[in-house]
């Protein structure tokens, strides 16, 4: 199979989009993404975009942009489906559909007022088994992190620890929303949400957006950019299994076995790590689904910096995350994949740089743990 | 559309929802394969047969989650996986929760009406 590249990446540098309005804000990214690969619009022909996008799958955004494609994909699996969409452009190019991929994420709910990410319901099967309870995103995670703690014995000050590596790394950040350095006393002395999450268990909401580009090889090799390939990706659905139900483990299990088998490596091969983070739980859960640590282990890997780039084993979201950094349309993967290509090209902030960094994976969840969730893991080499 | 309308459109459970109506609570089991399974649907999503029947359940479950929200003068708000004595695990609500509730507690169904209208199944401490 031919590879695919990513060639260009950027992330809008607002935090809150007031007078810019969604589809504008799709494009700012999209023409940021091209303008950092060294292409146009005119290159374009391949979009991708999820549910964030206003309008039916790719149509209106195509007409807003004015753009002609003769390949498209509206996958969505909520957060993760940006890297979902990373391994179907790859796809798409390896099979000859297009040339030139542009995948775009926006949101606004900070300007627009929405507070937090809960859902109205929707006419699904699901939906009157869950909707009359009206579990709160925070309540749902908050299930997930009771339940590993009960069979792991994982402590709140564990969990604190993803939130401390995370604001280490946004304290270099001037896009960061939140750049203070935080302690394990700072986050489990929070206010409690819902226990056993406290505030600082959570990610920030904000607006903003992202894009990337990704093109063929040889379209890759006119380009000025670091040669950065998708050398493997896996996704795949966790729900409730008919009502058997294990909270404590994701569909990052299947994904991501299956890239690292497609990429030929294994987890102590990777040198950076961007990993949806949601929650501080939503880390811990992957970082063992993903094989970074025994299913059970997530604390103690966690704890005491091990994620804090120059200082422990796994240097992870080193622009902040969505816990510090940026959530925007409460979907945090199109900047996991956008951070995890800066460290590749040693782009990253000089502070938190991954010294030789050639092998990085980036991971999302999205929808919802203790529901509905997609899992989506790509695998990025720098050559 | 309010909850009422989500449940017919979503006509697979009526069975459920018209027990629940009267304060009685139903499981769905396939009879070709012999499970029990929530959400309840039409087809077994272990079998795929179209065989599922709904059959009264003891009501009787244990805490398998839980995550709980204190809000000044208020009672303990407390949603919660259940893992029923008929073995599915669902979603639910602890109702007239202690501060001490906890993972493993037993628990006994009750219900309540939702101001949409429809009537659910939520769940109280049970320890004797």
Redesign the interface.
């Known amino acids: 199979m031919s590879a695919a590249y990513i060639m260009g990446a950027y992330e809008h540098p607002t935090r809150k989009a007031e007078g810019i309005s969604v589809a504008q804000l799709h494009m700012q990214s999209a023409a940021g993404a091209l303008a950092d690969a060294g292409l146009s619009f005119d290159d374009v022909d391949g979009y991708f975009c999820a549910g964030d996008a206003p309008g039916l799958g790719p149509m209106s955004m195509l007409e807003y942009m004015n753009l002609d494609v003769h390949h498209f994909d509206s996958t969505d699996s909520g957060g993760s489906a940006y890297l979902v969409h990373v391994a179907h452009a790859a796809q798409a190019i390896a099979s000859g559909k297009c040339n030139v991929a542009l995948i775009t994420l926006a949101g606004r709910p900070r300007a627009a007022g929405m507070k937090s990410a809960k859902m109205p319901?929707a006419?699904?099967?699901?939906?009157?088994?869950?909707?009359?309870?009206s579990?709160?995103v925070?309540?749902?995670y908050?299930?997930?992190a009771?339940?590993h703690m009960?069979e792991f014995g994982t402590t709140r000050e564990q969990l604190a620890w993803i939130k401390v590596a995370a604001s280490h790394h946004a304290q270099h950040n001037e896009h960061a929303m939140l750049r203070k350095v935080v302690t394990v006393e700072d986050v489990v002395n929070s206010p409690?949400?819902?226990?056993?999450?406290h505030r600082l268990d959570c990610c920030v909401v904000s607006d903003g957006g992202g894009a990337l580009v990704m093109t063929s090889e040889s379209v890759a090799k006119s380009l000025a950019r670091p040669l950065v390939k998708l050398r493997g990706a896996g996704e795949a659905v966790g729900h409730?299994?008919?009502?058997?139900?294990d909270?404590t483990t994701s569909a990052a299990n299947v994904s991501g076995p299956r890239a690292f088998a497609e990429a030929g490596i294994t987890p102590g091969d990777i040198k950076y790590a961007s990993i949806y983070d949601s929650f501080t739980i939503t880390v811990l859960v992957a970082l063992e689904d993903l094989g970074f640590c025994e299913k059970g282990k997530g604390g103690a890997f966690v704890a005491d910096g091990n994620l804090i780039s120059g200082q422990g084993k796994l240097p992870f979201n080193t622009d902040g995350g969505g816990l510090c950094n940026n959530h925007p349309s409460n979907r945090g993967g199109m900047t996991k994949v956008i951070e995890a290509v800066r460290q590749l090209r040693g782009e990253a902030h000089p502070a938190v740089q991954v010294q030789n960094c050639d092998l990085a994976l980036a991971h999302g969840t999205g929808g919802s743990l203790?529901?509905r969730h997609g899992s989506a893991t790509v695998i990025l080499e720098r050559l | 559309?309010d909850?009422s309308?989500?449940?017919q459109?979503?006509f697979?459970?009526q069975p459920y929802?018209d027990a629940t109506a009267k304060g009685e609570f139903v499981v769905a089991r396939c009879t070709t394969c012999g499970?029990?399974?929530?959400?309840p649907?039409a087809v077994c999503?272990?079998c795929r047969a179209e065989t599922v029947t709904f059959e009264p359940a003891s009501g009787k479950g244990e805490i398998?989650?839980?995550?709980?929200?204190?809000m000044p003068d208020k009672p303990l708000r407390v949603?919660?996986?259940v893992?029923l004595a008929e073995?599915?695990?669902?979603?639910?609500?602890i109702i007239d929760a202690p501060d001490d509730v906890a993972?493993?507690d037993p628990v006994r169904v009750d219900f309540q009406t939702?101001p949409e209208g429809?009537t659910?199944p939520?769940f109280r401490l049970d320890r004797n």
Not at chain 1, 123 to 133: I, L, N, R, S, V
Not at chain 2, 35 to 39: F, G, Q, S
Request: glycine fraction near 6%.
């Open positions: 319901p006419p699904t099967p699901d939906t009157p088994f869950e909707a009359p309870y579990p709160s925070v309540e749902m908050g299930m997930v009771a339940r009960h409690l949400v819902s226990a056993p999450l409730a299994n008919g009502g058997r139900v909270l203790a529901t | 559309m909850l309308d989500l449940a459109a979503n697979d459970a929802w499970e029990a399974h929530h959400y649907r999503p272990f398998y989650s839980l995550a709980i929200t204190r949603v919660a996986y893992t073995g599915p695990t669902m979603m639910t609500k993972i493993g939702h429809l659910v939520v």
